[in-house]
């Protein structure tokens, strides 16, 4: 089993930045992909981006495109999610996500992996 904790969300006027991280644990190895997911309010989840741990792949929504940025730190067991030029449409609860998918993938059902999520909330 892998465990998966995510930090760093908080409250931040639009057009600031905020840096998410999500550290595993436990049977990390087994983990070949990590993406964030959001969920905002009365709406569905919504993939945001995804990074292969071998290799660096990434993949991101077209909503984030240019604004978030994901890497991983292979030392710490960590994935981060820098988001720079916030909106108040980015809004959301956003979770962390791992599995075994051999590549990057926007498909929620190929992760394996939960995190309980961060709050993250911009104000305009």
């Known amino acids: 089993q892998v465990q998966l904790a995510e930090s760093g969300g908080g409250l931040v006027q639009a057009g600031g930045s905020l840096r998410l991280s999500c550290a595993a644990s436990?049977?990390?190895?087994?983990?070949?992909?990590t993406g964030w997911f959001r969920q905002a309010p009365g709406k569905e989840r919504e993939f945001v981006a995804a990074?292969?741990?071998?290799?660096?792949?990434?993949l991101y929504a077209d909503s984030v495109k240019g604004r978030f940025t994901i890497s991983r730190d292979y030392a710490k067991n960590t994935v981060y999610l820098q988001m720079d030029r916030l909106k108040p449409e980015d809004t959301a609860v956003y979770y962390c996500?791992?599995?075994?998918?051999?590549?990057?993938?926007?498909?929620?059902?190929?992760?394996?992996?939960w995190g309980q999520g961060t709050q993250v909330t911009v104000s305009s």
């Open positions: 436990g049977r990390t190895n087994s983990m070949i992909i």
């Open positions: 996500a791992g599995g075994r998918s051999s590549g990057v993938t926007a498909r929620a059902s190929l992760y394996d992996y």
């Open positions: 990074i292969r741990w071998s290799g660096g792949n990434t």
